[in-house]
T-cell receptor
């Protein structure tokens, strides 16, 4: 059990650029979740997958955001045309069979848009 | 949709003192309930969870929480604070309608004074 791995840990980008984050869940976990956390707030749900199927998306996930989980293993979260309001910590989590068991979170990717 | 209220964004206690972190949720339907801890620049770690078994739930690091349906509360306690308990604590509740997404509170930052 190597835990949930997220890369990169930090990303600084200029407004208008595209960025992509990667999450590698615990290998036997079939659920994968993305959350966003801004300063002084709790994590906010973005989307989740069961294997390769994206089962739910938040309305926070605007058209500029897209997430994939090809082959049901790692996942990527892409933000196109970044805005300053996208600056946040992006957290990935996974769970074995159900989110009701509780998640295992990664350490997050901190995005700063300048 | 569910909502979670954590009373007190900051709690400060002396080492060895009782810690009480408050959490109330909105739904009258008993949900799944969780407490997570976040240390600086790290992801969230599951402390404990309530999944409709015993109403008093014991977690890691000496923490426990009691589910009170009549009060829609799930407060977190530990009898004796340690310096290592200083962190931010988040209460989370499963959303309605069987969704596996979690709704998080805004967090309570715990400071432990020597």
């Amino acid at each position: 059990d190597t835990g949930v791995s997220q890369n990169p840990r930090h990303k600084i980008t200029k407004r208008g650029q595209n960025v992509t984050f990667r999450c590698d869940p615990i290998s036997e976990h079939n659920r994968l979740y993305w959350y966003r956390q801004t300063l002084g707030q709790g994590p906010e749900f973005l989307t989740y997958f069961q294997n390769e199927a994206q089962l739910e998306k938040s309305r926070l996930l605007s058209d500029r955001f897209s997430a994939e989980r090809p082959k049901g293993s790692f996942s990527t979260l892409e933000i196109q045309r970044t805005e300053q309001g996208d600056s946040a910590m992006y957290l990935c989590a996974s769970s074995y069979r159900s989110g009701f068991e509780g998640y295992t979170f990664g350490s997050g990717t901190r995005l700063t848009v300048v | 949709a569910q909502s979670v209220t954590q009373l007190g964004s900051h709690v400060s206690v002396s080492e060895g003192a009782l810690v009480l972190l408050r959490c109330n949720y909105s739904s009258s339907v008993p949900p799944y309930l969780f407490w997570y801890v976040q240390y600086p620049n790290q992801g969230l770690q599951l402390l404990l969870k309530y999944t409709s078994a015993a109403t008093l739930v014991k977690g890691i690091n000496g923490f426990e929480a009691e589910f009170k349906k009549s009060e829609t509360s799930f407060h977190l306690t530990t009898p004796s604070a340690h310096m290592s308990d200083a962190a931010e604590y988040f209460c989370a509740v499963s959303d309605l309608g069987g969704s596996e997404k979690l709704v998080f509170g805004k967090g309570t930052k715990l400071t432990v004074n020597p």
